[in-house]
């Protein structure tokens, strides 16, 4: 329920980021039980190139802060710059007495938010900081000695499960809001370019959307995600991810929505891909310097190449790999990509053209809706080797058995491929295989409409697995 407050009423600043949302948002519940509410949103100009969401991120933000705003009945403040010079003039400006916000878990912002916390308290304002976007708070898991884990299975099944289970979700709570007057700056739908409004053909986006998506996966997702969740054309994958990026739902609520939903096994491993997103995080917290270095130090001398063209052959889904490609123009076309597909492109990005994981990672993080840094260093370096609880060196990603494994009817390839849907689906996964006459037959010519591989898959994964071993051998000295 949403009123408006008495002149006299005590003030709270609530500071929306990444948690658009009413629903099970600690720190806005802070903030209500204080007293009236102004909602405030800050566009962060303060945060470094290789810290910001990028230009997917931001599109699906805008559309975000306008469900938001109307859910506050237009009374969301919408505010540019830097948040340590804004919000100690908003607290000013409305006799503001306390001030919440959700922590946030990058680097710079972690840094910053411990400096605005110290000012606005020398203020005389209550600063109220509570964890709305993971389940366990980074700071509280550790191992028996005190140091944090640096491996996921020890994490989640030693270190989160052992500790005192996840808060249940709140209700939204009764809101007394301050009304936004006239003349204050509020949220108002922006222009968009012709690549945003072909995303937002694909989503619907808003907390009232996050929530409809959960009962939709409940109801034909959720039963059969343990063996069902790596087909990339089967519905068994959540895509809750950018929901949950953005805030418009929280891990608490899926948590235990899945409980007694489907069977013991396909619950806790839906579970345990929540506790995948846990470990990003706690990583980036405990080991800031991941957003730009390996994890491992050794990694510093690893020979990755440069290429612009190569790189952008990859980004284009130009590769002549066609469930690289296949991905890649997903990618572009949706904003989203499927967790199994997003390891095929890193491998082949990071080890069959030996380019530099930063360069995959600076690509995702402009075209994912569902960006987190943490999410997306972690991962790179994941498949890149060079991670915590990172693959086996020699474990490089097989595209083509990739394409049969998961894609065995070639649906997905030929989706994002229509120049490959007339092959017979065995030539899909890699039409360098089939004979002319075949390719002829389905209109295919290679390196006319569709592209001769860029690299040999055999040729390149010999020489990924020479520089790994390089690596290997000049620690082991």
Same mark, same amino acid.
């Given at each position: ?24 948002? @600690? ?141 249940? @979700? ?18 108002? @739908? ?23 998506r959960l009962d939709a996966f409940l109801a034909n997702g959720l039963a059969g995600y343990a063996s069902g969740r790596d087909f990339p054309a089967r519905p068994h994958t959540s895509r809750?991810?950018?929901? +949950? ?90 904003g989203y990509l499927h967790n199994r597909l997003r390891m095929v492109v890193a491998s082949f990005l990071t080890k069959n053209l030996l380019l530099h994981w930063r360069v995959g990672e ?10 987190? +840094? ?17 693959? @086996? ?71 990924? +697995? ?12």
């Open positions: 329920m949403i009123a408006f407050a008495s002149e006299n009423a005590p003030v709270a600043l609530h500071w929306f980021r990444s948690d658009l949302r009413l629903r099970d948002n @600690p720190a806005l519940t802070e903030a209500a039980r204080f007293g009236a509410v102004v909602p405030v949103w800050i566009d962060d100009t303060t945060i470094p190139p290789n810290e910001a969401p990028g230009a997917a991120y931001r599109w699906w933000t805008r559309r975000s802060l306008v469900a938001l705003d109307d859910a506050l009945k237009g009374n969301l403040r919408f505010f540019r710059g830097d948040p340590s010079v804004l919000l100690p003039d908003l607290v000013r400006r409305y006799g503001v007495r306390r001030v919440t916000w959700t922590e946030a878990y990058e680097p710079c912002v972690r840094a910053r938010d411990t400096l605005l916390a110290t000012s606005l308290t020398e203020l005389g304002v209550e600063v109220v900081r509570r964890n709305g976007s993971l389940l366990w708070d980074p700071e509280t898991i550790a191992k028996p000695d005190g140091t944090p884990y640096r491996v996921f299975t020890p994490f989640f099944q030693k270190g989160c499960l052992a500790a005192p289970s996840p808060r249940t @979700p709140l209700p939204a709570p009764d809101l007394t809001l301050v009304p936004r007057a006239a003349s204050e700056p509020g949220v108002e @739908p922006a222009p968009e370019a012709e690549w945003e409004r072909k995303l937002g053909t694909q989503w619907t986006i808003g907390e009232a959307a996050a929530h409809t809750l991810s950018p929901y +949950l990026a953005h805030g418009e739902i929280s891990p608490n609520t899926l948590w235990y929505a899945v409980a007694g939903r489907a069977s013991a096994r396909d619950v806790a491993k839906f579970r345990a891909e929540l506790a995948w997103r846990e470990f990003a995080h706690y990583l980036l917290v405990h080991f800031p310097q991941m957003v730009t270095e390996p994890f491992r130090p050794e990694f510093t001398a690893f020979p990755w190449e440069e290429d612009d063209t190569l790189c952008r052959r990859w980004q284009r889904g130009e590769t002549g790999i066609p469930i690289v490609d296949a991905a890649m123009r997903a990618l572009w076309r949706t600076a690509w995702f993080r402009d075209t994912l809706v569902d960006y987190t +840094l943490a999410s997306n260093v972690a991962s790179w370096q994941w498949v890149a080797g060079c991670g915590a609880d990172a693959a @086996p060196y020699f474990r490089i990603f097989n595209p083509v058995l990739q394409a049969e494994k998961f894609d065995p009817d070639g649906s997905f390839i030929a989706t994002y491929l229509p120049e490959l849907a007339k092959l017979p689906t065995p030539a899909r996964f890699a039409p360098w295989t089939a004979s002319e006459a075949t390719r002829e037959a389905a209109g295919l010519f290679l390196g006319k409409n569709y592209p001769q591989p860029i690299v040999s898959l055999v040729a390149s994964r010999a020489r990924a +697995l020479a520089a790994y071993a390089r690596i290997k051998a000049s620690t082991s000295d």
